[in-house]
């Protein structure tokens, strides 16, 4: 019975992040974009600086901004299975300390898988409890110099998926993990290219870093949805009310499992899942597509869209996203909507909303040529 359970769960959870089909690893919801403006993009956000959402993005963008935000995300998750009591949320929050010459910020994410009834041997219910996924993380990044910022994330896991007690086994379906994400991002600021100059970022985010996961026993331990991801964003248009956007991202699963569904730990998966030649690397690269457009001066209204691809032998998960956002004093709204490729998917018209507040000084869209207060070399 505990094997049923573990599995239905599972299936729950493995459509809820960007894993592949087979569950390749565990505690996959680390891996669910956490907010509207990104998602809302196609899933995109390593080379980009926008909010205490960095955490999640790249840990590094947060040395690139300035000021006090709080947020929160909430979306009824994987409405196409029909799960009313299946949601996802997220809070986060960043604040500059000027005497760590840096950002630091933390999260909470919750997934909230349902109420599961518990029964004996003979089928009859027994009581009940609730199945979650959630992680608590800290983080903190600087620049190394004015157009190059490093981030860093220690990240504490906890998945209760049962509660039961399994004969001849050690553990009853709870899972406790430490995780760790490195992340770097470049912004040039004055360069001899000057086309790129103010517009262009690339950012790298190793993600989940860490021990396997133990639901039961050592030797069924999974590992921890590892991921690797490199992004790109340029600001194509610039003025004083205007600026538009394009953005990528590309993202790689860092698990090998053998065929008889063993793991390398995770110091030996960072090389070894790129073992099974050039097609089946390439195949296991998620990528990402999107464009975002901002008017006013600070940012009033934002628009964005967005597409998402994954092999048809590493997930088929293929969908179309659109956003928006609202901008007043102090306060933000950002909200996505997903449209699935595939029909009945349980990821079609999934809704993400983000309210947020931000305390620091309102973003200002600069002129062209103009340099923001934070671009002004130190002196």
């Known amino acids: 019975m505990f094997k049923l359970k573990m599995c239905l769960l599972a299936a729950i959870v493995v459509l809820s992040g960007n894993v592949f089909a087979q569950g390749e690893s565990a505690v996959p919801f680390l891996l669910i974009g956490p907010n509207s403006l990104n998602t809302g993009m196609g899933e995109i956000g390593a080379g980009m600086v926008n909010d205490a959402s960095a955490m999640f993005w790249n840990p590094a963008g947060l040395g690139f901004q300035t000021g006090t935000e709080v947020s929160i995300t909430h979306s009824p998750w994987l409405p196409g299975l029909g799960l009313s009591d299946l949601f996802y949320d997220f809070l986060a929050g960043k604040h500059y300390i000027k005497k760590l010459k840096g950002t630091i910020g933390a999260s909470i994410t919750y997934l909230n898988i349902g109420k599961i009834i518990r029964t004996d041997e003979f089928g009859n219910e027994i009581g009940d409890y609730q199945a979650f996924d959630g992680a608590l993380a800290v983080g903190y990044g600087t620049k190394v110099t004015k157009d190059l910022s490093v981030g860093i994330v220690t990240r504490f896991i906890y998945s209760k998926l049962a509660v039961d007690p399994v004969a001849g086994e050690q553990g009853t379906g709870t899972a406790y993990d430490l995780s760790f994400d490195l992340s770097t991002l470049w912004r040039p600021f004055k360069t001899k290219v000057k086309f ?73 998966g960072i090389f070894t899942s790129f073992s099974g030649g050039f097609d089946n690397v390439m195949k296991s690269i998620q990528s990402s597509v999107g464009a975002e457009y ?13 597409f998402f691809y994954e092999d048809p032998d590493k997930g088929k998960r293929k969908f179309i996203t659109m956003g928006a956002s609202i ?37 200002t869209v600069k002129k062209p040529g103009e340099k923001k207060p934070e671009d002004q070399p130190k002196k």
Do not use: C, M
């Open 294 to 306: 901002w008017y006013g001066n600070p940012k009033v209204i934002g628009l964005r869209g967005g």
């Open 196 to 268: 790129i100059n103010n517009r262009l970022g690339i950012g790298v985010n190793l993600s989940n870093i860490g021990p396997k996961v133990t639901y039961v026993d050592n030797a069924q331990a999974d590992p921890l949805p590892t991921n690797l991801r490199l992004g790109f964003a340029y600001d194509v248009y610039q003025s004083e009310y205007n600026n538009f956007t394009i953005s990528a991202d590309f993202s790689k699963l860092l698990v090998k499992r053998g065929e008889n569904g063993e793991s390398d730990p995770v110091y030996k």
């Open 327 to 363: 901008r007043y004093s102090l306060y933000g709204f950002d909200f996505s909507y997903i449209s699935t490729i595939e029909e009945n998917h349980p990821l079609a018209n999934t809704l993400r909303f983000t309210l947020s507040v931000n305390f620091g000084t309102p973003e």
